[in-house]
């Protein structure tokens, strides 16, 4: 399987904009690495200054003068369905190209690429029933109606990730798609494949010209593109460090944004979950495509009486952990994505002990895995929450166990820290889970586990994000809201 994602590729020498694939000016190549092997499977072509400008033009034409944003929500929805359509015929392409660049293990791929291309139809239903206009009454001297109308926003610049391609696109195209705006997809250059196979079922779907574009883009011009004043806003997907620079841009010139950024969650491990089940309920958690998933249990909370009894359970679980090639189908964890990644994460094995933790598993390279960019998943004992590896989003498979006294003091301890993405607890009791729930600063919580549904808001509190992506709240961000005052209802909406 391995390689075939290339393969499926069309145009890996081209870029889609304005409805047509075209030739780059510049040199520019993002080569396409495996993980697992540290070999070069592939390469496409990168953007440069020229394409970004051609890019927004064409989004900005087709939006300002184009059909897209003046068609019915069914019409847009029926493109919608159609580009479902084209990339579920590319499933099998779009599960490989993720194990190929990422390392996602087979079992975790399969059935993605075709799974999350449902996205689209899940927003071509909601789009053909929002209320974009809605009628009210009005208590003006001059008007006895008041029409709320949701517009689109304009252009949209789409920022996805490297660790989950294909969905941080499509949970942004999808509703940005169904108000109206237009789009430039900006994959990263790590991992492009995905937005490549997206263009050429675009194209397939007959969309109209620049709808949707295509812009793999190096650093300057990935800045060019947040700072374009054709751009009317900015939906990324990232760390917090690029987010809070995405912000400042974009507040300077008071475009739109929505991010999903970093995370640093917290599972509070209740007095009624046993030592011997909370290990292999954890582990999962934390091992999840190599770490690399930001709502991973990356700190875990436990009753101080029996704190090492949860930590030779977790660490049992994580220890038996199968490491490995992600075609075969035993592997339940594979490497992490690149050279420069590993080599952060592996900086906090010193980092951790210096400060006086103890690794109670993990905590190295495989020693049977001489290639691939593969660590041992990790588990620090002795920790508090004040140490580097439980503030700091490390994003491999190494969390922090930390106890506490009281239910009080674990809220607390999950509280206390820059982000508020995402976490968990872990009872019998779901009225407590409940109550726990409700006291954290997180935007997204689940009892006994990691749930995880698109079509239900997603996004973070404090450095975590700013918005919400998936559920309907994830159409409003993607709309301005006008306000039409007038002596009767239209003929339209009466």
Not at 56 to 82: C, H, I, L, N, Q
Not at 206 to 229: K, Y
Not at 473 to 491: D, M, R, S
Request: charged share 20%.
């Amino acid at each position: 399987m391995i390689g075939q994602a290339q393969a499926q590729v069309a145009h890996p020498d081209k870029l889609f904009i304005g409805g047509r694939w075209i030739p780059v000016e510049g040199s520019g190549r993002f080569t396409v690495t495996n993980p697992a092997t540290e070999e070069a499977f592939g390469e496409v072509v990168a953007a440069g200054v020229p394409e970004v400008e051609r890019a927004v033009a064409a989004a900005r034409k087709a939006f300002d003068e184009g059909p897209w944003p003046r068609m019915s929500a069914a019409e847009r929805a029926t493109y919608m369905r159609a580009l479902s359509e084209a990339l579920q015929r590319r499933g099998a392409a779009l599960d490989s190209a993720w194990i190929s660049q990422v390392g996602v293990p087979i079992w975790m791929a399969q059935g993605s690429g075709a799974g999350t291309a449902g996205l689209l139809d899940y927003y071509a239903g909601l789009a053909e029933a929002y209320p974009f206009e809605d009628v009210r009454p009005s208590n003006g001297m001059m008007s006895k109606v008041a029409v709320v109308v949701r517009e689109p926003v304009g252009v949209v610049a789409a920022i996805a990730p490297w660790n989950g391609p294909l969905a941080s696109l499509l949970i942004k195209l999808a509703p940005a798609l169904a108000t109206g705006c237009t789009v430039i997809l900006k994959p990263a250059p790590e991992t492009p494949l995905e937005a490549f196979m997206l263009a050429e079922a675009a194209e397939e779907a007959g969309f109209p010209e620049g709808v949707i574009n295509l812009l793999p883009a190096d650093r300057e011009a990935s800045d060019l593109l947040v700072r374009h004043p054709g751009v009317d806003k900015v939906a990324f997907t990232g760390s917090t460090e690029v987010g809070l620079h995405i912000a400042q841009v974009c507040a300077g010139r008071m475009a739109r944004f929505t991010m999903e950024l970093g995370g640093k969650s917290a599972a509070i491990v209740l007095d009624d979950f046993e030592p011997e089940a909370m290990g292999p309920a954890l582990a999962p958690m934390i091992t999840l495509l190599c770490g690399q998933v930001c709502i991973n249990f990356s700190r875990v909370l436990v009753p101080r009486a029996r704190k090492d009894a949860y930590v030779e359970s977790l660490a049992a679980a994580m220890a038996a952990t199968s490491i490995g090639d992600p075609l075969d189908a035993n592997t339940m964890m594979g490497p992490l994505a690149m050279a420069r990644h590993h080599a952060k994460v592996s900086s906090y094995f010193d980092k951790g002990v210096a400060e006086g933790a103890r690794i109670a598993t993990g905590g190295r390279r495989p020693p049977s895995l001489n290639s691939g960019y593969y660590v041992e998943p990790t588990v620090f004992a002795d920790a508090t929450n004040d140490m580097a590896i439980a503030q700091e989003e490390i994003f491999g498979p190494v969390t922090a166990v930390i106890p506490y006294d009281s239910v009080e003091e674990a809220i607390a301890i999950a509280n206390d820290s820059p982000f508020g993405l995402s976490g968990g607890v872990y009872t019998h009791d779901t009225d407590r889970a409940y109550g726990v729930a409700r006291r954290i600063r997180t935007g997204h919580f689940t009892q006994n586990g990691r749930d995880f549904d698109l079509t239900n808001p997603f996004g973070g509190f404090k450095k975590s994000g700013v918005g919400r992506e998936g559920g309907p709240e994830g159409i409003e961000p993607f709309t301005e809201v006008k306000t039409v005052f007038l002596p009767q209802a239209p003929g339209a909406l009466a």
